[in-house]
């Protein structure tokens, strides 16, 4: 057993509005805050830079990765020397002048103001449910990411991205594990319906089938008038505190993913 002390994550909860100057002070503090505990990982949810209030204001208020909003937080973790995992940033796609269209990405930045990994969400939230009093269309101005991205290896252990509504997809946390994560992280902004259904369950769900730790930052409370989200932030465990031997003997203990059969025998079903 180890002696050396266990590294500390930050698992964060914001209410973003349009308003990404408070937004950003606001996340600020929290990093600020989250280093002074000792964090070396801070965790902040999909859409930290602002919520809008219609299609055309998101877009408006979008930027390039080298836009002021990313510069500032590279200034931030390279000033706390601090990791920083920022689900569901607002990037202006390649073709932004001609088809004003987005990429809902996220982006780790090492200790150093680095980026180091960008993944740009791969499924959109498109969902009609009139008895919920939910009408999302992601797609109509969001462009789906073309891959996954390879695990990033962080203070904290392995770490693979999702965002969100990829929640629902195990077969992306299952790629992100068989290429080595030890944990697997999804900045999010659930709805409140969706969020009281289905929220907890998904992540345990996810945790378990994977045998990875599970880190879930999230957006929480009143955005404007036409939006509210959930929150439920999720850590392993209320101090964020990451301890990978647990991951390595679990595994040695119930080996799932060894007795997988090989990905043909899931893609069909006998008829009897």
């Not at 009139?130 to 269309?137: D, R």
């Not at 599970?214 to 439920?232: F, P, T």
Request: overall charge negative.
């Amino acid at each position: 057993m180890s002696t050396l002390p266990r590294p500390l994550a930050a698992v964060c909860q914001v209410t973003a509005t349009p308003d990404k100057q408070a937004n950003l002070s606001a996340c600020k503090e929290l990093v600020e805050e989250a280093k002074a505990r000792g964090a070396s990982m801070v965790f902040l949810p999909e859409a930290f830079d602002y919520i809008g209030s219609s299609r055309e204001e998101t877009l408006s208020l979008s930027e390039s990765l080298t836009g002021d909003t990313m510069s500032q937080y590279t200034q931030l973790a390279r000033w706390l020397e601090v990791w920083l995992s920022l689900g569901g940033f607002h990037e202006r796609g390649h073709d932004w002048e001609s088809d004003r269209r987005i990429y809902n990405s996220h982006v780790i930045i090492n200790d150093k103001g680095d980026i180091i990994s960008v993944y740009r969400k791969s499924h959109l939230f498109d969902v009609e449910l009139p008895e919920k009093g939910i009408s999302l269309k992601e797609s109509a101005f969001t462009i789906p990411g073309p891959s996954l991205v390879s695990p990033v290896q962080t203070p904290i252990g392995k770490v693979g991205l999702g965002i969100c509504y990829d929640l629902r997809f195990p077969e992306l946390s299952l790629a992100l594990q068989r290429s080595g994560a030890d944990i697997l992280t999804y900045p999010s902004a659930f709805t409140v319906a969706t969020g009281a259904a289905h929220w907890e369950v998904l992540l345990r769900a996810r945790a378990i089938e994977t045998q990875c730790f599970v880190l879930a930052a999230a957006q929480v409370g009143r955005h404007h008038e036409k939006r509210s989200s959930y929150g439920h932030a999720l850590a392993v465990d209320p101090w964020g505190e990451i301890d990978l031997e647990k991951v390595a003997s679990t595994r040695r203990n119930m080996p799932v993913q060894q007795h997988r059969r090989d990905k043909d025998f899931y893609q069909s079903v006998e008829e009897t």
